[in-house]
């Protein structure tokens, strides 16, 4: 089984009336102005990984309840149906509104080599995906192809980076074993890597200094704390060995870190899914930014949401899907490089995009 997510299918979640059967390669870069849906998208790889961790009614909970999950609420969607494919593979599922802002997932199914297996109703919100991967069931080693492969995603999101952010402090030496989802645990991971993979770490050091010129290397000492053992982000800059802090960082450079080393990292997760990885980084960064992102899908898959016509610049058409608003609902459209091959002569994708050639500015409705 391909881990890679091959199809989607979403229906009545937050702005999606209806994404069906959408294809998925190995880099996909959404584009689409402020609320066209790019991040709801987003929310729903998130979903699905709360899902599998057992977690479904807290992130429900966390979000505002169902009612705020719901396409037009209530009256408009009666429940929420969803399915993904694997290759031969898939896993689909439906949530429907409890009588307060809970709700229930219902009509579980595994799709594997003999068609569709239900696995039934969860009213506890529990996956029974999760559950039969970990049983000893017949079905076991389907279920845990398609769990692993969910449950492996990473949904970075890098954009707190001010002073109480968690990769500007200290964190535990053990917090190693992948990098987190906000990269809280950025220096302990980094200082396994330089300990146990020098050419990944070697990567990142030569990524971080064609942004950061000034940059030399990180210092990533140990440091007692009582009974626990912590490192943090500390660097030296060029021409000095004064240790300069994690708050010595711009925003945009600790920023620039965490993307480098979520994808340089040496063993990847299934899915490696990024919302506006542009935000505050210099116009220079960016080349350099879409460069990593490209190495990384040839790793991995690679979902990127972004509004930055400089960024689509460095991808081809093919690689982009319109994101839009059409009659109060999100669309999603893959482009097809054919139909913009005499704009191409002249102009680049981020400069058809600025222009609206292609579709994805704002929609007045």
């Known amino acids: ?59 429900i909970h966390s979000g505002g309840g169902i009612s705020d999950f719901l396409f037009n609420g209530r009256k408009v969607t009666l429940r929420q149906e969803f399915e993904t494919r694997f290759g031969v593979s898939g896993y689909r599922f439906c949530l429907r509104p409890g009588p307060s802002e809970n709700c229930l997932l219902t009509n579980e199914a595994l799709y594997y080599e003999h068609g569709w297996q239900e696995l039934g109703n969860s009213p506890d919100g529990k996956s029974l995906l999760a559950k039969e991967a970990k ?9 845990k192809l398609v769990y692993e492969a969910i ?16 990769m500007r402090h200290y ?23 330089k300990k146990n993979d020098a050419d990944a770490y070697h990567e990142i ?15 990533l000492d140990v440091t007692e704390f009582g009974e626990k053992r912590k490192v943090s982000l500390s660097w030296h800059q060029n021409g000095s060995d004064y240790p300069m802090q994690p708050y010595h960082f711009s925003d945009g ?39 990593l992102i490209q190495n990384a899908s040839r790793r991995t898959q690679v979902i990127v949401a972004t509004q930055s016509p400089a960024l689509i610049d460095h991808f081809s058409l093919e690689d982009v899907i319109v994101v839009i608003r059409k009659d109060g ?11 913009f091959d005499i704009w191409l002569e002249s102009y680049s994708v981020g400069e058809l995009w600025s222009k609206n050639v292609i579709s994805g500015g704002p929609v007045y409705e």
């Open 205 to 219: 050091l030569c990524s971080v200094r064609l942004v950061i010129p000034f940059f030399d290397d990180f210092i």
């Open 135 to 143: 049983s000893n069931s017949a079905d076991s080693e389907y279920c």
């Open 329 to 339: 609902a999100s669309t999603f459209e893959r482009l097809d490089e054919k139909d």
């Open 171 to 193: 964190e535990i030496i053990q917090d190693n074993r992948f990098l987190r989802s906000d990269a809280s645990n950025i220096a302990p991971y980094l200082l396994r890597l």
């Open 151 to 166: 449950s492996s995603w990473q949904i970075y999101h890098f954009h707190d980076t001010g002073p109480t952010a968690g």
């Open 1 to 59: 089984m391909s881990n890679f997510l091959s199809h989607l299918t979403v229906k009545g979640f937050k702005s999606v009336r209806e994404l069906k059967d959408f294809e998925l390669k190995r880099l996909n870069i959404f584009i689409g102005g402020n609320g066209a849906g790019k991040s709801n998208l987003i929310e729903f790889f998130r979903m699905l990984r709360k899902i599998t961790e057992g977690s479904l009614s807290e992130y």
């Open 253 to 291: 450079s600790v920023r620039f870190i965490c993307l480098a080393t979520a994808l340089l990292q040496p063993e990847p997760p299934s899915a490696i899914i990024i919302d506006e990885p542009e935000l505050g980084l210099h116009p220079s960064a960016i080349p350099i930014l879409a460069e």
